[in-house]
Structure formats: C-alpha cells, structure tokens
C-alpha cells in the first residue's frame, strides 16, 4: 500500500542553523500539508500546499518557514533559522483532493531536535 | 474557534475488556469529526469519520464512534481490546484541509 514516507526521522540541529525536513507524498496525491507536535502538546496545522502554492497556513507559519516542492517527488519544509521552541514532532500529510470525503495520509513524522 | 479536549492522557484496559476514549468539540458549524490512531514509529492512520447522516460510524480494526451534537462528544469505543490496539489516539475535528487535533490519549493494553 502507498505511504508517505519522511526523512530524517530524526533531525539534530543547533539554534539559528537553517533545517530542511523532507517528505515524499503519495505519487497521485496533489494536496500537502505539514502538521507539528510539540512534546506533550496538540497536533498543530502549519501549511496545505496545491498547485505549489500555498492554499492555507496558520499562524504558527511565519517567515522563518517556507515550503517547497522542488520536483515531482518531494515536499520539503524549510526553517531559515530554527529556535528552541521548534523542537516538535513535524507530520507531513497528502491527500488527493481537499474536501470532506478525502482523507489525508500521515508520514511518520520527523522528530527534530534543537540545542 | 475550532478545539478538541481530550481528557485523558493515558488509559490503561486488560486485554479483552471495553474500551472506550473520550472526546470533546468546539466547532461553530456542523463538525467533521474524525480519530486517528499512531502507532510508534508510523504515522497518523484515519480510523473513522463522522460527516453527516447515522451517528454511530464504524471504522476499521473494529472501532467505532457515535456522535451526540447535545454533548458536543464523539467517543471511540471497542468492545474487546487486543494487545496490538496499544498506541495513541487522537481526535480531530475540521474540515478536511486544516484538521484541529486534540492532544491525544496513549492507550496502553496489559496482559
């Protein structure tokens, strides 16, 4: 069965360093999303992408993020210059259209980590 | 604005007995409601949803959930836990493009 798979499932960064998170969505999905879980907190929504822009994002998504899909493949998420507080759990998600009868599917997530 | 509560954090069942997880909602029109489960090391797996229609929806693993709008509630149950339903639980409530989550139960199973 296709999944979204995410890599690093781990990622180690020190404060101010810029951190690119990949994901690679299922290969008929047009809809991308990232998510984050801050250790004991709620999943939280960052950013649905389509037709590579950005359809929505919250305000947690602000300067320091950006997303891009730089080929057919891959969905990145870019932190510019990442702080303590972005130590979370990041999700990414895909789904084939956006409405309520398509579900998105999760990747396993990328654990990062910032010192 | 759009909330979920989850208000256990863990729960603990014996294997075989009844499950039930509990969840509340703050939507300001009619809800989509769903729950997710995450298994370590794996990502979110849609369980169920509720959008319109019967109130009690069935969903796989043999997971099902009923909707009651006067309680603003829409709780997972099972009737007979199995070892491998250990893992955590998340409900979520939105439309489909910007799902809210709940903070999510950790169900653990004992033998």
């Known amino acids: 069965e296709p999944e979204v798979t995410q890599t690093p499932s781990h990622q180690v960064t020190q404060m101010g360093q810029e951190v690119i998170l990949r994901c690679v969505p299922i290969?008929?999905?047009?809809?991308f999303y990232w998510y984050r879980q801050i250790l004991g907190q709620k999943v939280e929504f960052l950013v649905s992408?389509?037709?590579?822009?950005?359809?929505?994002k919250s305000e947690i998504f602000d300067d320091q993020f950006s997303v891009e899909r730089p080929d057919g493949s891959n969905f990145t998420l870019k932190i510019r210059s990442t702080k303590l507080e972005d130590s979370a759990m990041y999700f990414c998600?895909?789904?084939?259209?956006?409405?309520?009868?398509?579900?998105?599917?999760f990747g396993p997530g990328t654990r990062l980590t910032v010192t | 604005a759009q909330s979920v509560t989850q208000p256990d954090i863990h729960i603990t069942v014996s294997e075989g007995a009844s499950l039930e997880l509990r969840c509340n909602y703050s939507?300001?029109?009619?809800?989509?409601l769903f729950w997710y489960v995450q298994s370590p090391g794996q990502g979110l797996q849609l369980l169920l949803k509720?959008?319109?229609?019967?109130?009690l929806v069935q969903g796989i693993k043999g997971f099902e959930a009923e909707f009651k709008r006067s309680q603003s509630s829409f709780n997972l149950r099972k009737p007979s836990v199995h070892w491998s339903d250990a893992a955590e639980y998340f409900c979520?409530?939105?439309?489909?493009?910007?799902?809210?989550f709940g903070a999510g139960t950790i169900l653990r199973v004992k033998s």
């Open positions: 998600a895909s789904s084939v259209g956006q409405g309520i009868y398509y579900e998105q599917y």
């Open positions: 290969s008929n999905h047009l809809y």
């Open positions: 992408f389509y037709n590579n822009e950005i359809s929505e």
């Open positions: 939507y300001g029109a009619t809800p989509y």
């Open positions: 509720y959008f319109s229609g019967d109130t």
């Open positions: 979520a409530v939105g439309p489909m493009n910007k799902l809210v």
